[in-house]
C-alpha cells in the first residue's frame, strides 16, 4: 500500500523553528534569499524605469500652470522636478549596470524614491505651499516604493516613514527659508489642510509597509515551495533508535530514494544527534559512504533526510544467509570499509558503531559488493567534543566495541579499527568476537583472554587473517594498526582482496532478490536497522 508524505526543505517563514530544524533548513533559505535577490534586481529595474518616464510625463503638467492658470517662471517647478527625474534615472542605470548580488538596494531607494520625494516637496512649495495639490504626489512615490522591494516590515518600515516625512519636512524647511510661506502657517484653516496631507501620507507610509511585507511574505512562502520535494512513500524499510526509514519515491526526479525521518519530535538531544548525523555523512564523499541528497523538516516538524537507495543487504544479512564468507571476500569487504572510514578520519570523525548493521553490501547494476559505510549518528569529533553524548551515557554496540569505548574512556581512530576487527571475524565466522552483547562481557573477554582467532571457530581462515583480527581485538590501543588506512594495507598485503571479483552470483539468494525491479523484492537501505544503546 502507498502513502503519501510531504517532507519539505523549507518551512514557511510564519513557523518559530528550532535550532535543529533551522540548521538542517540552511542550505535551502539561502538558495530562497538568492533568488529573492535575483527577483528584487529585476523588479526594482522595471519599476524604475517606468518611475523615469511618468516622473518625465508629470513635468507636461507644468507647462500650462505655469503659463495660463498661475503664470510664474516655469524652472521654479521643472527645475526641481528634473532633479527628482535625474535621480529615477540614475537609480535605473545604476540597478541596469549592476548583477544582482553587487546592487545596494538602500542606494537605489536613496536616489530611486527619497530624491524624487524631496523634489515633490520643494515643487510644492513654489507652488500654493503647505496646500499645494502636489503634496499628494509623495502618495504616488509611496505607491511605487511599495510595489518596487518586497522585504519584511522591520526593513520597510524605516525608508516608508522617510519618504512619508520627507514632504512636510521640506516644506516646513522652505516655509522657514521663504517669508510668504511662513504666514501660511499662522492660518489655522491653511495649517489643517497642511496637516491633513501630512497625515494622509503617513497612512500611506503604512499601507506601503504592509503590502511590502506581505508581498515579502507570500513571495518567500512561494519559492520555499520550489525547494520542497514531495516524496510519495513505497514501503517502510525499517525502524531504528532514532527513526523509521521509508523508501520513497521523488516525482520531480524520478526516481526512489531512501527517506528517513525522525521518530520524536521536540527531543533536543535526538534532534541534535539526527542533525549531526546528517551533516557527518553528507560531509564525507568517499564512494564508500552513503550519499545525502536532501534534507530538512517536515509540515509538522520532524526532521528528516533522504539518502541514495542501496539495493543489497548489511553484512549481517549477507552472512545470516550465506554463512561465513570466503576469506577473500571478507577481507575483501573490510578492506572497502575500511577505506571508506579512513576517510571520515582524515576528517577527525570516529565512527563508533561499526558493526556488520552497518555495513552495507550493495548492488549496482551488474556489479556486486560495494561496501557502503552507514549511520554516523553516534560519530565524534577527535579535535572536539560536540557536547551530544552525556558523561557515562554508553553508545556503540557492545560486541564490537573497544574495551576503552566501553569503559567510557576517550576514543580514537583505533576504537573504529577495534570495531573492524571484530566485524572480519564476524564475516569469517559467523559468530562475533564476544557472543554476550553486554560490556561487562566485552571488558571479561578481555581480562580473561578469550578472544579467539577466527581459525579457532573455522580452521580454514588463513594465518595472515587470524594475525590481523587478533592486533585489530587487542585490548591495548597502542597495539593495534593506527589508522584504517593501515589496516586496508595490512589487508591488502595479504593479496587475499585481490584475490575476490565481485560479481552477482546465481547462487546468492540475497543478491538475486536485491536485484529483482518487483516491488514486493526484499530491498534494504542504510539506517534500516535497530540503532543500538548500551
Not at 508581498?215 to 525502524?239: K, P, S
Amino acid at each position: 500500500m502507498t502513502s503519501a508524505a510531504r517532507p519539505t526543505t523549507s518551512a514557511p517563514p510564519s513557523l518559530d523553528r528550532g535550532a535543529s530544524q533551522a540548521a538542517l533548513e540552511g542550505d535551502a533559505l539561502d538558495d530562497v534569499r538568492a533568488e529573492e535577490q535575483v527577483l528584487d534586481h529585476a523588479r526594482l529595474r522595471f519599476v524604475l524605469g517606468v518611475g523615469a518616464v511618468l516622473f518625465a510625463a508629470i513635468a507636461i503638467v507644468y507647462v500650462p500652470i505655469a503659463l495660463f492658470l498661475e503664470p510664474r517662471p516655469l524652472w521654479h517647478s521643472l527645475g526641481p522636478h528634473t532633479l527628482g527625474w535625474l535621480g529615477i534615472l540614475g537609480a535605473w542605470a545604476y540597478v541596469r549596470a549592476r548583477p544582482p548580488a553587487a546592487t545596494s538596494v538602500p542606494i537605489a531607494l536613496l536616489a530611486g524614491f527619497v530624491l524624487p520625494a524631496a523634489s515633490v516637496a520643494v515643487v510644492s512649495a513654489s507652488f500654493r505651499g503647505i496646500v499645494s495639490p502636489f503634496g499628494h504626489g509623495t502618495i504616488v512615490v509611496l505607491a511605487a516604493y511599495a510595489v518596487a522591494v518586497p522585504m519584511p516590515w522591520r526593513r520597510a518600515l524605516p525608508w516608508a516613514l522617510g519618504l512619508a516625512l520627507t514632504w512636510p519636512l521640506g516644506v516646513l524647511a522652505m516655509c522657514a527659508l521663504l517669508p510668504p510661506l511662513r504666514v501660511q502657517l499662522e492660518d489655522p484653516r491653511l495649517f489643517a489642510d497642511f496637516q491633513e496631507t501630512a497625515i494622509a501620507q503617513l497612512v500611506g507610509a503604512l499601507l506601503a509597509c504592509a503590502s511590502q511585507h506581505a508581498q515579502w511574505t507570500n513571495r518567500r512562502e512561494v519559492l520555499a515551495e520550489r525547494v520542497r520535494h514531495d516524496y510519495r512513500i513505497v514501503a517502510r524499510l525499517g525502524r531504528g533508535g532514532m527513526g523509521e526509514v521509508f523508501r520513497a519515491h521523488h516525482p520531480g526526479l524520478g526516481r526512489d530514494v531512501a527517506l528517513k525521518i525522525l521518530a520524536h519530535h521536540g527531543d533536543a538531544s535526538l534532534e541534535a544527534r539526527f542533525v549531526r548525523e546528517v551533516r557527518a555523512t553528507a560531509e564525507l564523499t568517499h564512494p564508500g559512504i552513503v550519499r545525502v541528497h536532501d534534507c530538512g523538516a517536515t509540515e509538522e516538524g520532524r526532521l528528516f533526510y533522504t539518502m541514495e537507495l542501496l539495493e543489497g543487504r548489511t553484512l549481517a544479512q549477507l552472512v545470516a544467509s550465506r554463512g561465513p564468507l570466503a576469506p577473500t571476500r571478507a577481507a575483501y569487504l573490510v578492506r572497502e570499509a575500511s577505506r571508506a572510514l579512513a576517510t571520515a578520519h582524515a576528517r577527525g570523525l570516529v565512527h563508533r558503531d561499526i558493526k556488520p548493521e552497518n555495513l552495507f553490501v550493495s548492488d549496482v547494476g551488474e556489479e556486486t559488493d560495494i561496501v557502503k559505510v552507514l549511520d554516523f549518528g553516534i560519530a565524534k569529533s577527535l579535535e572536539a567534543d560536540a557536547g551530544l553524548t552525556a558523561e557515562g551515557l554508553l553508545v556503540g554496540s557492545p560486541r564490537y566495541m573497544a574495551i576503552e569505548q566501553a569503559l567510557g574512556e576517550k576514543v580514537d581512530a583505533r576504537a573504529d579499527v577495534y570495531a573492524l576487527g571484530g566485524v572480519l571475524h564476524f564475516a569469517l565466522t559467523g559468530a562475533a568476537p564476544v557472543a554476550d552483547a553486554s560490556v561487562f562481557a566485552v571488558v571479561a573477554a578481555h581480562a580473561a583472554d578469550l578472544i579467539l582467532p577466527p581459525s579457532a571457530l573455522v580452521p580454514s581462515v588463513p594465518a595472515s587473517l587470524d594475525a590481523i583480527v587478533l592486533r585489530c581485538l587487542h585490548r591495548d590501543p597502542s597495539e593495534r594498526f593506527a589508522s584504517a588506512s593501515e589496516l586496508a594495507r595490512a589487508l591488502d598485503e595479504t593479496g587475499l582482496p585481490g584475490l575476490h571479483r565481485p560479481r552477482l552470483d546465481p547462487n546468492d539468494s540475497s543478491q538475486l532478490g536485491a536485484t529483482r525491479v518487483d516491488p514486493s523484492a526484499e530491498t534494504r537501505v542504510a539506517p534500516a536497522h535497530e540503532e543500538s544503546r548500551g
